[in-house]
C-alpha cells in the first residue's frame, strides 16, 4: 500500500505524533497492546516524509516519537539470548503511553459535546457588558502613573518659562467645577494637554490635585488605551447620571 | 409569604452572572427562617421544571443559573445578532482534560501526557480563567502546580469534578469503539 495515495490528512491536522500513532492503529484496525511495529513505524515515516520541511519549532515532537519507534524496532530484531516473552516488551513503555494519552483524548472529545451543549444555553454571562463599555477597554491608570506624567511635564516647562505670578487666586472647589464642566462640554480631556493649557504653575497644581480628588471621588476616572498612550480622562458615567 | 420567598430567591438566581449557591441564598434571606428559604427553594426549582417556561434552573459548579433551554439557541442568537460563541481549540481541549484528570499537576507531566509541548495552551487557559496555579510542586525545580476552576466546571455544565466522565465510562466508550469497528 503506497502511503502517499491513502492519506489525505496532513500532518497539522495532528495534536501531536500520539494523535497520528492513534489514528494510524486506529485506521489499520490495529490492537493497540499488539502494535505491528515495523508496519507502523513505516506508515509513521511515510508520513513524516509527506512533508517538505519540518517545522522544528512545533513539530520536534513527531522526530522524538519517531526515533522511538525506530529504537523500538530494532530492539525487536535484535536477536536475543533469551526468550523475549521473558523479558519486558520493548513496547511495553510506548503502549502505556498510548493507553493513557487515548483515555485523555477521548476525555476531551466527551468534554467538546459539554460545551456544545452548554454554549446552546444562554446566561446572562454570555452577553457582553451592556453598560460603560468604553471604560472597560482601557487601563485604569494609578495615582503613580499620573504623578510621574504630571511632574515630568512641570519639569519641561520650568524649563521654558520664567515664572509667573498671578494675585489671582483659584479655590480647589473651583477648579473641580472647571473640569467636570469641561467634561461634560467633550467627552474626555487629554491629561497632559490639560496642563499645558493651565497658566500657571499654582493653577497647574491645583488642576492636579482637584483630578486626584475627582478620581478618589469616583467622579472621574484616567484611562489609556494601552501603556505609554496618552492618559485621558472621562466623566464616569454613573457620576454624571447622578449629576 | 411563601410566594414572597420564592420570588425573592428567583430574583437573586436571575440577577447572578455566576453560579448562585443555596448557602448564599440562606445568607442573603437572611431575616427568613432557613426551612423556609430551603422549601421555596425547591418550590421555585420545580416550577422551572414544569414544561411552560423558556428558560431553566441549572446546576453548574455548586450553584444554581438561570439559562434559556438548548432548544431555542437559534432564536436567542437571532435577537442578539450573536455567532456561537468562539470554541476552545483541540489543543485546549486535551490540556485540559489531562489537567482536570491529573491534577494538580505541571506543566511537564502536561507535555509529556499529550506528547506535545503545551507551554503555549496552559497559558491561554490560565487567560481564559479555566485553570489557575494552586503552588508548586514539592521537587527538582519547583514546578508550579494547576487545578481547573469552578469556570472550567461551569463551563463544561458540570456540577463538580465527579461529573467528568469516569476512567470507567472512557473505558467503555473505547471498547464500543474498538467493537464497531470490528
Redesign the interface.
Known amino acids: 500500500m503506497d502511503a502517499s495515495e491513502t492519506y489525505q490528512v496532513r500532518l497539522e491536522a495532528f ?5 497520528l500513532l492513534l489514528f494510524l492503529i ?1 485506521k489499520r ?1 490495529i490492537d493497540i497492546h499488539d502494535i505491528p511495529i515495523a508496519v507502523i513505524t513505516r506508515e509513521y515515516l511515510e508520513y513524516l516524509n509527506h512533508k517538505e520541511r519540518l517545522n522544528l519549532d512545533r513539530e520536534a ?1 513527531f522526530l ?2 519517531a526515533a522511538l519507534l525506530i529504537y523500538i524496532k530494532s530492539q525487536m530484531l535484535l536477536p536475543r539470548e533469551k526468550a523475549l516473552e521473558e523479558e519486558k516488551d520493548p513496547r511495553q513503555l510506548l503502549v502505556e ?1 498510548l493507553v ?13 459535546e ?14 457582553p457588558p451592556l453598560v460603560e463599555t468604553d471604560e472597560m477597554d482601557f487601563i485604569e491608570v494609578s495615582l503613580f502613573d499620573l504623578a510621574e506624567s504630571f511632574f515630568r511635564l512641570m519639569k519641561q516647562r520650568e524649563r521654558k518659562e520664567a515664572r509667573t505670578i498671578k494675585g489671582e487666586e483659584i479655590s480647589l472647589e473651583q477648579k473641580m467645577r472647571e473640569i467636570i464642566e469641561e467634561l461634560k462640554r467633550n467627552s474626555y480631556l487629554d491629561f497632559l494637554d490639560y496642563f499645558n493649557r493651565q497658566e500657571s504653575f499654582e493653577e497647574a497644581f491645583i488642576a492636579f490635585f482637584s483630578l486626584l480628588e475627582l478620581i478618589k471621588s469616583r467622579i472621574i476616572i484616567a484611562t489609556q488605551e494601552s501603556h505609554f498612550q496618552p492618559i485621558k480622562v472621562w466623566l464616569r458615567k454613573k457620576a454624571y447620571k447622578s449629576n | 409569604m411563601d410566594t414572597k420567598i420564592k420570588e425573592i430567591i428567583e430574583s437573586l438566581v ?5 453560579p448562585l449557591s443555596l448557602q448564599r441564598i440562606k445568607e442573603v434571606l437572611q431575616e427568613f427562617p432557613v426551612e423556609e428559604v430551603e422549601q421555596a427553594f425547591k418550590e421555585l426549582q420545580e416550577s422551572y421544571a414544569s414544561n411552560d417556561h423558556g428558560i ?1 434552573i ?1 446546576q453548574r459548579a455548586g450553584g444554581y ?7 431555542y ?1 437559534l432564536w ?1 442568537r437571532r435577537l ?1 445578532k450573536m455567532e ?2 468562539n ?2 481549540s ?2 485546549s ?2 490540556t ?3 489537567i ?2 491529573k491534577q494538580p499537576t505541571t506543566l511537564t507531566e502536561i507535555s509529556a ?5 503545551s507551554t503555549h495552551t496552559l497559558k491561554t487557559l490560565l487567560q481564559k480563567k479555566l485553570i489557575r496555579i494552586v503552588g508548586r510542586k514539592k521537587s527538582p525545580g519547583s514546578p508550579l502546580l494547576y487545578r481547573t476552576t469552578d469556570k472550567f466546571l461551569t ?4 456540577n463538580r469534578l465527579d461529573d ?2 469516569s ?1 470507567e465510562e ?2 467503555k ?2 471498547e464500543e469503539q474498538s467493537d464497531l ?2
Open positions: 495534536q501531536g505524533p500520539l494523535d486506529k484496525k515532537e522524538l516519537i503511553h493513557d494519552y487515548q483515555k485523555i483524548k477521548t476525555a476531551s472529545l466527551l468534554l467538546k459539554k460545551e456544545e451543549e452548554e454554549l446552546q444555553m444562554w446566561r446572562r454571562s454570555f452577553l | 436571575f440577577i447572578s452572572q455566576e431553566q441549572i443559573l438561570l439559562s434559556t433551554k438548548p432548544e439557541d436567542v442578539l456561537r460563541k470554541k476552545l483541540s489543543a481541549l486535551e485540559l482534560s489531562a482536570a484528570y501526557l499529550r506528547g506535545v509541548d463551563y463544561f455544565g458540570l467528568l466522565p476512567p472512557i473505558k466508550i473505547l469497528e470490528e
